[in-house]
């Protein structure tokens, strides 16, 4: 019983330890771009958000190789386990789907997209840049 006891005072001097900074890091890290299509009239790179925490993208960006940027609207949320596509084009947006607006294509089929986060850090790349 005096072992049961300790180990649980140890167990919660160790979680003291953990600050709200050091949750939320690990929820940058669970999204990841997903998918890139690259077809005409049907251009878009999908985010996932694998992870069990909402994710606020708000000052984040979506660049290609030529430093085409598309930023994120203010407050919006990917929720956990959730998807979103960027489309290249025009159209209405949703939870699912965001609309850059650009009359032009971007995408490539040998492009990089790269995810960068409000604080200038690549969060994802796709295809994964080694």
């Known amino acids: 019983m005096v072992l049961l006891i300790s180990s649980l005072f140890l167990g919660l001097a160790a979680a003291q330890d953990v600050t709200p900074g050091d949750i939320m890091s690990g929820a940058e890290d669970a999204v990841t771009i ?12 999908e985010i996932t958000n694998s992870g069990m925490a909402s ?3 708000t000052f984040w960006t979506l660049t290609d190789g030529e430093n085409n940027t598309y ?9 956990p386990e959730a998807a ?3 489309h ?11 609309y850059w607006g650009r009359d032009d294509f971007v ?3 040998e492009e990089v997209a790269t995810l960068i986060d409000a ?3 690549v969060v994802a790349s796709y295809p994964e840049v080694s």
């Open 34 to 45: 997903t998918g890139l299509s690259s077809a005409d009239e049907e251009e878009w790179v």
């Open 55 to 57: 994710q606020d993208f």
């Open 71 to 79: 930023s994120f609207p203010e407050g919006f949320v990917l929720a």
């Open 84 to 86: 979103v596509k960027v």
């Open 88 to 98: 290249t084009g025009q159209g209405n947006e949703t939870e699912s789907d965001l």
């Open 107 to 109: 995408w490539d089929e």
């Open 119 to 121: 604080n200038g850090e």
